[in-house]
C-alpha cells in the first residue's frame, strides 16, 4: 500500500515538474535528472574550440591513458568555462566521447558537484549562502532583496544575460555570516572568479550587484568595516602579545632533564 501510494505520489510531482517551464523551476540546479529544452537537448552540436582542445590535451597528459575518466572534473569545468558559465547536456555528451566512457558516468559527476550548473546562468551568478549559520544571520532577507531588485526568481536570469541568483551551502566563513559568492564567467575561458562577500547586509549585497552592472570590481572579503578579515569587530582583546613557545621544544635539554 505504502509503495503504490509512493509511485503515485512521485509520478504527481514529475508530472507537475514537466508542466513547469525549464527557466521557472526554482530548483533546476539540485535536480538529478534532464529535461530536454530548444537550448538545452542532446542534438545540439557542441564541441570544445580549437583553442580548448590543446588544453584537453594538456589535461589529460596529467592522466595515464587508461585512467582518461578520472579528467572529468577538469574538463567539465572547461566545457563549462566555454560555454559562458553552464554545462548542456550535448557538452556533457562531448566530454564523455573525450575520455571514452559511457555519458552517464559523466552526468553523475555534473549532477553531484553544485559548481556545475546544468541551466543557465548569468555573466555573474550570484550565490547566496543557504546554510545554518547564515540563515541565522538573515541570509534569506539577502536573497529576497536581491531577487527582488533584479525581478527574478531563484536560478532565472535577467533579461539583459548579466545575474542570475543561485544558493550555495556553506561556504567555509560562518564566522563572518552572512555571505555570498559572486561567479564571474565574463571573461569566459579566459578564466573565471569565485569572490566572497562576508558581513553582508541586504542594502550591502544590492550594493555590490550594481557595482557589477557598472562593470566594477567591489572589494572582496567583510564588508563590515569595523573589522579586519574575521576578527574582531574594534580590534582583538586577546592574543596581543607574542605567543609563548610550547614547553619541551628542545627535546635534547628535555631527556638530559
Known amino acids: 500500500m505504502f509503495g503504490r501510494l509512493a509511485a503515485q505520489r ?6 507537475a515538474f514537466r508542466r513547469t517551464p525549464q527557466a521557472s523551476r526554482s530548483f533546476s540546479t539540485a535536480l538529478n535528472y534532464h529535461i530536454d529544452s530548444p537550448d538545452n537537448n542532446p542534438d545540439l552540436p557542441w564541441e570544445f574550440n580549437d583553442t580548448n582542445k590543446e588544453k ?3 589535461i589529460l597528459s596529467f592522466y595515464p591513458s587508461n585512467y582518461k575518466q578520472s579528467a572529468v572534473i577538469p574538463l567539465l569545468d572547461l566545457a563549462q568555462q566555454q560555454n559562458g558559465g553552464w554545462l548542456p547536456v550535448s557538452a556533457m555528451n562531448a566530454v564523455a566521447k573525450v575520455i571514452e566512457v559511457a555519458p552517464i558516468r559523466v552526468y553523475e559527476v555534473a549532477t553531484f558537484y553544485t559548481m556545475f550548473n546544468r541551466t543557465k546562468v548569468g555573466k555573474y ?6 546554510t545554518t549559520p547564515c540563515m541565522i544571520r538573515g541570509s534569506r532577507g539577502i536573497e529576497e532583496a536581491i531577487l527582488k531588485h533584479l525581478g527574478v526568481k531563484r536560478n ?3 533579461k539583459d544575460g548579466l545575474f542570475s541568483v543561485g544558493e550555495m551551502e556553506c561556504m567555509g ?7 555570498m559568492t559572486v561567479a564571474d564567467y565574463s571573461n569566459g575561458s579566459e578564466g573565471y572568479k569565485y569572490n566572497y562577500y562576508e558581513d553582508l547586509t541586504p542594502k550591502r549585497a544590492v550594493e555590490i550587484v550594481e557595482a557589477f552592472r557598472k562593470g566594477e570590481k567591489p572589494q572582496r572579503g567583510t564588508q563590515n568595516p569595523g573589522r579586519i578579515n574575521c576578527g574582531p569587530e574594534g580590534g582583538n582583546t586577546t592574543l596581543l602579545g607574542e605567543p609563548k613557545a610550547p614547553p619541551c621544544r628542545d627535546l635534547d635539554a628535555c631527556s638530559a632533564e
Open 125 to 130: 551568478h550570484l550565490l547566496v549562502c543557504g
Open 56 to 58: 584537453v590535451k594538456e
Open 156 to 158: 532565472e536570469v535577467t
Open 10 to 15: 512521485l509520478n504527481e510531482i514529475r508530472t
Open 173 to 179: 566563513c560562518c564566522v563572518n555570516a552572512p555571505m
